[in-house]
T-cell receptor, first 116, second 114 residues
């Protein structure tokens, strides 16, 4: 399995500001994803980060709020823009591999964001 | 569309008790099924998986069997330890209908007391 790191591990931010979260993988991967986990909740997929093209966003998430970059096959960033307290969550990146007929995903340690 | 339903927690157990967490799914294709575990303050770790009907995934004493007839993938452990206290997520991946996405259940918090 891939080793995934995220920076920062946690942050406390003021409303109206923006935070960029980095995700680094120790090997080249085809698929990278960004999830949000609100307090006490399950994971919600924000978008699929596509290398060399615009990210694919899920319903309810837009590029202006969550711009994503994927400059190469080992790195991606997620920016949480114009933050409000409702954005307080854990943000996780994951990488996916296709092994035969199924998709297996491995997750980074997450970034715990608190917005005041 | 795809969906995963798992029993709500919290589930509180004593050490060495038997643990079952129910998980049922709805999928338009033929999914692969997963259990992920999230220990306090950490990210998600893949616990076990099963990719076809009647497959049994197992790891760290946990087991789950892919039951196509009942669309279920219940997680079991015969004797839990305090270190098993975590949140457990059931998930499915359906390459055919939903691309490479994972669909998660709501999570079940398990607390094991000494």
């Amino acid at each position: 399995s891939a080793v995934i790191s995220q920076k920062p591990s946690r942050d406390i931010c003021q409303r109206g500001t923006s935070l960029t979260i980095q995700c680094q993988v120790d090997s080249q991967v085809t698929m990278m994803f960004w999830y949000r986990q609100q307090p006490g909740q399950s994971l919600t997929l924000i978008a699929t980060a596509n290398q060399g093209s615009e990210a694919t966003y899920e319903s309810g998430f837009v590029i202006d709020k969550f711009p994503i970059s994927r400059p190469n096959l080992t790195f991606s960033t997620l920016t949480v823009s114009n933050m409000s307290p409702e954005d307080s969550s854990i943000y996780l990146c994951s990488v996916g591999t296709i092994a035969g007929s199924y998709n297996e995903q491995f997750f980074g340690p997450g970034t715990r964001l608190t917005v005041l | 569309g795809n969906s995963v339903t798992q029993m709500e927690g919290p589930v509180t157990l004593s050490e060495e008790a038997f643990l079952t967490i129910n998980c049922t799914y709805t999928a338009t294709g033929y999914p692969s099924l997963f259990w992920y575990v999230q220990y306090p303050g950490e990210g998600l770790q893949l616990l076990l998986k099963a990719t076809k009907a009647d497959d049994k995934g197992s790891n760290k004493g946990f087991e789950a069997t892919y039951r196509k007839e009942t669309t279920s993938f219940h997680l079991e452990k015969g004797s839990v330890q305090v270190s098993d206290s975590a949140v457990y997520f059931c998930a499915l991946s359906d390459l055919g209908a939903a691309g490479n996405k994972l669909t998660f259940g709501g999570g079940t918090r398990v607390l094991v007391k000494p």
